[in-house]
């Protein structure tokens, strides 16, 4: 059914059916939804095969979803996976602004108490100024 399925364009029922397996008590049936899943070839099914990648190590649900998850991912078109890099990069260039404006307004804020004003000049006060002598 997954290799039939892999070069239509609208993949959802197939994926429905073979996910709706996955989890089936029958180890053949899940092994082949898992490994059908890496087949049919739709992205959208990497979700549900990552669930059974956290399975012990023996296990032939883990080598079977790792095998798919690899195969999807490796499946997938390069100008999808640019898109996703490029919206990435453009979110942390606009967290990387908003983080510059609040430290800069928090510079000021620094600055504006560490300034003392003395007959009308603000001055900064160094370490080597040296308070005055008592007599």
Partial sequence: MSWLGRNEEKKETVREIL???VNSLKKRVQLT???????????????V???????TRE??????AE????????????????SQLRNE?????????????????LK???EATTLKPSSGKT????????PPKVR
């Fill in 19 to 21: 996910t709706s397996h």
């Fill in 33 to 47: 939804a898992i490994t059908g899943l890496g087949t049919l070839g739709d992205a959208k099914a990497i979700a």
């Fill in 49 to 55: 095969l990552e669930t059974f990648t956290g399975a």
């Fill in 59 to 64: 296990s032939p649900e883990r080598a079977a």
């Fill in 67 to 82: 095998r798919s998850v690899a195969s999807l991912r490796d499946a997938r078109k390069p100008s999808a996976e640019l």
């Fill in 89 to 105: 990069v453009l979110n942390l260039q606009k967290e990387n602004r908003e983080l510059r404006k609040d430290f800069d307004e």
């Fill in 108 to 110: 000021k804020k620094l």
């Fill in 123 to 130: 001055t900064k006060p160094t370490s080597s100024t040296k």
